[in-house]
């Protein structure tokens, strides 16, 4: 959403409460999963540290990019799909716009699941999450977020503050707990350091990279919901200091679990794996503090995501890029028709999880792989921007440097995403993608433009049909695998 359309009701997000919303969003349910989400693709310590300094770098450089752009093209707000479709034309821009879009509803699919099976355990009746109370309940919960966005994104992101600071709070306590307690020891950390031999490290690298996108998933929040930023230069600034400290606690958390308790026995924990080693080393209270804090975490990263996911289609559409439905707002400033839409997204997909008993992994894989696309074009626009740009922007040589390096990085790490992300989650991605043609062809219609600008648009619109149409059928044979 640009600046000049914003009203009061609008303004209100400054450094504070940016930061905030990036450490909430994104400090979801990665942090207490995904060192078992790693062990159990095969990967052991050496495989493990790699995956996470791959993530560091390139999810560091894609943050620069983000900065630069803020920086150089301020008036991109909304950036991350924004930058798709200032570089790459509007068919581009729209298709970044709507993986972002179905990427972070699937969020809180995930996260209503995951939210339950730790509330199970201090209420069994909840299972594993997915059960008919959970998905009840959690319908529940779903709409009562939306009713609190309604009031105004501002003051939902205050709580969003609450929320964030409760969660740190119980992972700090798993850090001092681990220390205190002497629990980590150095030979578990060491054994079996690059595996058996039975898988290729190789393949243990790559199967890190879906937890560690998945981890960081919401870092680009503050970027997302720039327009409505006091001050444009605190965007950039909210973004480097989220994901630094961000990058220090996963690490941190990472070493511990993996010095704590061995690889092959952590594969087998239960969700959400830490609960289980620090019941290992100090205890069943250790598993009831950790499912608290999973529990305060995703409290508020539902919150975050609820904000985002709904003002991803209405900021797409005040662009132009989403048909005008989504556009309409309340007195409050708040999305209503977009949030109404993607709750009722989200409710359906909560249905189709009770009947096919899916898990919370395979909706955060299947997120995964939506948010790799918009991910890519950013790092590729950062790029394309510095080659184009003639010193009318960027005008000192080491600004020019930084963009270069950051911008290559960037994309290079956003094609390593999406080859590592495997073929089958590609291929589910088609399903999802295609759809969104239909939205595009509405909003091209409604602003009396030609469908497609340029042939190879089309060309890549018939593969996505084609290429969706496969994937349904083999997923439908059972010969897609996920």
Same mark, same amino acid.
């Given at each position: 959403?640009?600046?000049?359309?914003?009203?009061?009701?609008?303004?209100?997000?400054?450094?504070?409460?940016?930061?905030?919303?990036?450490?909430?969003?994104?400090?979801?349910?990665?942090?207490?999963?995904?060192?078992?989400?790693?062990?159990?693709?095969?990967?052991?310590?050496?495989?493990?540290?790699?995956?996470?300094?791959?993530?560091?770098?390139?999810?560091?450089?894609?943050?620069?990019?983000?900065?630069?752009?803020?920086?150089?093209?301020?008036?991109?707000?909304?950036?991350?799909?924004? *930058?798709?479709?200032?570089?790459?034309?509007?068919?581009?821009?729209?298709?970044?716009?709507?993986?972002?879009?179905?990427?972070?509803?699937?969020?809180?699919?995930?996260?209503?699941?995951?939210?339950?099976?730790?509330?199970?355990?201090?209420?069994?009746?909840?299972?594993?999450?997915?059960?008919?109370?959970?998905?009840?309940?959690?319908?529940?919960?779903?709409? =009562?977020?939306? =009713?609190?966005?309604?009031?105004?994104?501002?003051?939902?992101?205050?709580?969003?503050?609450?929320?964030?600071?409760?969660?740190?709070?119980?992972?700090?306590?798993?850090?001092? =707990?681990?220390?205190?307690?002497?629990?980590?020891?150095?030979?578990?950390?060491?054994?079996?350091?690059?595996?058996?031999?039975?898988?290729?490290?190789?393949?243990?690298?790559?199967?890190?990279?879906?937890?560690?996108?998945?981890?960081?998933?919401?870092?680009?929040?503050?970027?997302?919901?720039?327009?409505? =930023?006091?001050?444009?230069?605190?965007?950039?600034?909210?973004?480097?200091?989220?994901?630094?400290?961000?990058?220090?606690?996963?690490?941190?958390?990472?070493?511990?679990?993996?010095?704590?308790?061995?690889?092959?026995?952590?594969?087998?924990?239960?969700?959400?794996?830490?609960?289980?080693?620090?019941?290992?080393?100090?205890?069943?209270?250790?598993?009831?503090?950790?499912?608290?804090?999973?529990?305060?975490?995703?409290?508020?990263?539902?919150?975050?995501?609820?904000?985002?996911?709904?003002?991803?289609?209405?900021?797409?559409?005040?662009?132009?890029?989403?048909?005008?439905?989504?556009?309409?707002?309340?007195?409050?400033?708040?999305?209503?028709?977009?949030?109404?839409?993607?709750?009722?997204?989200?409710?359906?997909?909560?249905?189709?999880?009770?009947?096919?008993?899916?898990?919370?992994?395979?909706?955060?894989?299947?997120?995964?792989?939506?948010?790799?696309?918009?991910?890519?074009?950013?790092?590729?626009?950062?790029?394309?921007?510095?080659?184009?740009?003639?010193?009318?922007?960027?005008?000192?040589?080491?600004?020019?440097?930084?963009?270069?390096?950051?911008?290559?990085?960037?994309?290079?790490?956003?094609?390593?995403?999406?080859?590592?992300?495997?073929?089958? *989650?590609?291929?589910?991605?088609?399903?999802?993608?295609?759809?969104?043609?239909?939205?595009?062809?509405?909003?091209?219609?409604?602003?009396?433009?030609?469908?497609?600008?340029?042939?190879?648009?089309?060309?890549?619109?018939?593969?996505?049909?084609?290429?969706?149409?496969?994937?349904?059928?083999?997923?439908?044979?059972?010969?897609?695998?996920?």
């Amino acid at each position: 959403m640009s600046n000049n359309t914003q009203t009061g009701a609008d303004k209100g997000l400054g450094f504070n409460k940016l930061v905030a919303m990036i450490i909430g969003s994104t400090l979801g349910s990665g942090i207490f999963t995904v060192s078992g989400d790693m062990a159990a693709s095969g990967a052991h310590t050496g495989a493990i540290l790699i995956g996470w300094a791959i993530a560091g770098v390139g999810m560091f450089a894609l943050m620069m990019c983000f900065f630069g752009l803020n920086k150089f093209r301020p008036e991109l707000t909304n950036g991350i799909y924004s *930058y798709a479709s200032e570089g790459f034309g509007s068919f581009m821009g729209f298709n970044s716009a709507w993986g972002y879009w179905i990427s972070a509803l699937l969020c809180n699919v995930s996260y209503v699941c995951l939210l339950f099976g730790a509330l199970g355990y201090f209420l069994p009746a909840f299972g594993a999450g997915n059960n008919l109370l959970s998905i009840v309940v959690g319908s529940v919960f779903l709409w =009562a977020m939306a =009713a609190l966005v309604m009031g105004g994104v501002s003051n939902a992101a205050f709580l969003n503050i609450i929320t964030t600071v409760a969660k740190v709070l119980p992972l700090l306590v798993f850090i001092i =707990a681990i220390i205190v307690f002497r629990a980590f020891d150095a030979s578990i950390f060491m054994e079996n350091f690059w595996g058996t031999g039975e898988v290729a490290l190789s393949d243990q690298i790559m199967g890190t990279t879906s937890a560690t996108v998945w981890s960081f998933i919401g870092v680009e929040g503050a970027v997302v919901l720039s327009g409505r =930023a006091n001050k444009s230069s605190d965007v950039g600034k909210a973004s480097i200091t989220g994901f630094l400290c961000l990058l220090a606690l996963y690490v941190l958390i990472a070493v511990l679990t993996v010095g704590t308790v061995p690889i092959e026995q952590l594969a087998t924990l239960d969700t959400p794996q830490l609960a289980g080693v620090l019941e290992y080393a100090v205890g069943p209270w250790g598993a009831a503090l950790v499912n608290l804090g999973v529990v305060l975490s995703l409290l508020g990263a539902f919150l975050g995501w609820t904000i985002i996911a709904a003002d991803c289609p209405y900021s797409a559409a005040q662009q132009g890029v989403f048909t005008k439905f989504f556009a309409k707002a309340n007195s409050h400033g708040a999305p209503v028709s977009s949030l109404i839409i993607t709750n009722g997204i989200v409710q359906a997909f909560l249905i189709v999880m009770y009947f096919n008993e899916s898990t919370y992994q395979l909706f955060y894989g299947i997120s995964t792989v939506m948010i790799m696309l918009p991910y890519l074009f950013s790092g590729a626009y950062y790029l394309k921007f510095a080659i184009q740009d003639k010193g009318e922007l960027i005008k000192t040589g080491s600004d020019k440097t930084k963009a270069y390096i950051f911008g290559f990085i960037g994309t290079i790490y956003g094609i390593w995403m999406l080859y590592s992300s495997g073929l089958d *989650y590609l291929l589910v991605s088609t399903i999802l993608y295609a759809p969104g043609l239909i939205i595009f062809a509405i909003g091209k219609k409604e602003k009396g433009e030609k469908l497609f600008e340029k042939t190879y648009e089309l060309v890549i619109a018939v593969i996505l049909v084609i290429l969706a149409v496969y994937s349904l059928v083999q997923l439908v044979q059972g010969n897609i695998q996920l």
